[in-house]
């Protein structure tokens, strides 16, 4: 069983710590505060990226937008400019 503070937490998710810390406050990752420090399970953080993987990866099938891309990016400028 291996526990992770926030860093060790962010630097499996590739984010912030003060990222996982606010996902720690709100509840959308199991933590506790064992005096002033975050503890995590290394198997929770896995599983919720493995939760995000397949949900986000289920949308981007359904053709749902996931978060991550922008709209009025190059293709659409292009469109609205075509070569002449």
Same mark, same amino acid.
């Given at each position: ?9 962010? *630097? ?12 720690a406050r709100?509840?959308?990752?199991? *933590?506790?505060?064992?005096?002033r420090a ?18 986000q990866t ?27």
């Amino acid at each position: 069983m291996t526990t992770l503070d926030l860093r060790g937490a962010a *630097a499996l998710m590739k984010v912030n710590p003060r990222t996982v810390e606010a996902m720690a406050r709100d509840g959308r990752l199991p *933590a506790a505060k064992i005096g002033r420090a975050y503890v995590l399970m290394e198997r929770d953080v896995l599983a919720f990226i493995e939760r995000q993987i397949s949900t986000q990866t289920a949308a981007r099938g359904e053709g749902k937008p996931t978060g991550g891309a922008r709209r009025g990016g190059a293709e659409h400028r292009a469109e609205a400019y075509p070569l002449r």
